[in-house]
């Protein structure tokens, strides 16, 4: 099974995918810009020194061009300096002797009026030079300059790379910070309506809060409020409809067994038999759906029950019972706490267990409640001092219509029912013998609350 697709990691994903080629195309316009601008600065020092060595060129007559002595600067007079200059008139070519031994007759020339361009210098150097052509005295001077760019190029390029690198710091913070406003603005609203869920199956609250939320989410929470009273309301008409339901069954089988019991049939023994077999077995039938239409299991929104004194009322009634009346029934209850079940489940399935043990009971019926490790989970114990039953029978007299001794009353589906509501709680149930009693013991565990179905 795909795991669920993350809400954050997808906003995570389309924010890279917008600010990668944002932060590329910003870092490549400022890598541009910040080369540009070292180039033109230099160029503008070169031309600068173009001018200055013009100034310097003496030309008399027809003869060659000479330079003014004592007026050069000192970096084009030491050796490798990283400050060249070459000017040529005609076949005249002057050179500094800042370039030492190199090869100045390599150089590029060009009649061009302006050029820049790189250039391979001595020791290795790398080179910008300008090149120029004046008009002097009637004749043509083009004068070379060349400045050494290495140690300049080698700060460009570090700042380049600390722009890039604060560029990706950039970057991870705004994701960062993109990560904190969706935990604070969009997730923590929707674990918020999370816990609230929690505290509708905890039977905390009976609906969503719809005004601390933003209002894009009021429509979905909303609607879950809408389909909690649609469940609320169809549970309560269920509800209603199997009670009215047994009341108007329970007239008419009633009138059939009387009948059954006339002086009409009383010549007719086998067909009397049949009729009255039939007639409690619609009876048993109709027992058994409307008890499991009774079962409501774990609702959504429902309300805490008060077990303590729901168990006691249900003992009394128990007491009253007249197959009772002659049984001891002991309880054993713990300081009254309030689980998290339907109240009619609740009744249900203790009154069934209680029912079961005081059918087979001989004197004694014991129910014991227990809270586990002091939280919401609880264990309930009904016991009795009957025959008991054989532990290879434990399975089947959990089945509907399954009786351990046809000549006790009843249809075979109290324990059955009690299966049912335990198994929708997802507590678990568990047959043994009485080992105080001697009889039957059911023991049933209820969790904290059970999970989803």
């Not at 890598?31 to 003496?58: G, I, P």
């Not at 505290?199 to 939320?213: F, I, P, T, W, Y």
């Not at 009904?382 to 008991?388: A, I, L, N, R, S």
């Amino acid at each position: 099974m795909n795991a669920a697709p993350s809400l954050q990691k997808r906003l995570a994903m389309a924010l890279v995918a917008i600010l990668v080629p944002v932060f590329l195309g910003q870092w490549w316009f400022m890598s541009v810009a910040v080369e540009r601008v070292h180039a033109e600065h230099v160029a503008s020092r070169l031309a600068h020194d173009a001018e200055a060595l013009l100034a310097v060129v003496v030309v008399e007559g027809s003869g060659p061009i000479r330079l003014l002595a004592g007026r050069l600067e000192q970096i084009h007079v030491r050796p490798w300096s990283g400050h060249y200059f070459r000017i040529q008139e005609g076949d005249t070519v002057l050179w500094s002797r800042s370039w030492w031994d190199f090869d100045v007759s390599s150089l590029a020339s060009t009649e061009a009026e302006e050029t820049i361009h790189a250039l391979a210098g001595p020791n290795g150097q790398s080179l910008l030079g300008l090149q120029r052509t004046f008009h002097k005295a009637g004749r043509v001077v083009r004068i070379l300059v060349a400045e050494e760019i290495g140690l300049s190029t080698q700060t460009v390029r570090a700042i380049q790379w600390w722009h890039a690198g604060i560029a990706l710091l950039a970057l991870v913070a705004v994701l960062w910070l993109q990560r904190v406003v969706v935990q604070r603005v969009l997730l923590d609203p929707i674990r918020r309506v999370t816990v609230e869920v929690g505290q509708l199956e905890q039977g905390m609250r009976s609906h969503l809060d719809a005004v601390s939320v933003f209002v894009e989410i009021v429509p979905f929470v909303t609607e879950i409020n809408r389909l909690l009273g649609v469940l609320t309301a169809r549970l309560l008409r269920s509800r209603q409809a199997s009670a009215n339901l047994a009341h108007a069954i329970k007239t008419p089988l009633a009138l059939l067994m009387q009948w059954t019991q006339g002086d009409e049939l009383a010549g007719h023994v086998a067909l009397q038999q049949k009729m009255q077999y039939q007639i409690a077995t619609v009876s048993a039938l109709t027992s058994r759906v409307l008890k499991r239409m009774r079962v409501a299991g774990p609702v959504v929104g429902g309300v805490r029950v008060d077990l303590v004194a729901e168990l006691t009322t249900l003992v009394e009634m128990m007491r009253q019972m007249p197959h009772a009346r002659v049984l001891q029934i002991e309880t054993v209850f713990p300081e009254p706490f309030h689980p998290r079940m339907d109240r009619e489940d609740l009744l249900e399935l203790v009154g069934n267990l209680l029912d079961n043990g005081c059918k087979w009971a001989r004197h004694r019926v014991r129910c014991v409640v227990e809270r586990v490790d002091g939280g919401e989970g609880w264990v309930v114990r009904v016991e009795d001092d009957g025959p008991g039953c054989p532990v290879e029978h434990y399975a089947s007299i959990l089945a509907y219509g399954a009786r351990g001794d046809f000549s006790v009353p009843g249809h075979g589906i109290g324990l059955a029912v009690v299966q049912e509501i335990v198994s929708s709680y997802h507590g678990t149930l568990t047959l043994e013998r009485s080992v105080d009693l001697g009889g039957l013991a059911v023991v049933i565990l209820m969790d904290s609350f059970p999970p989803p179905s």
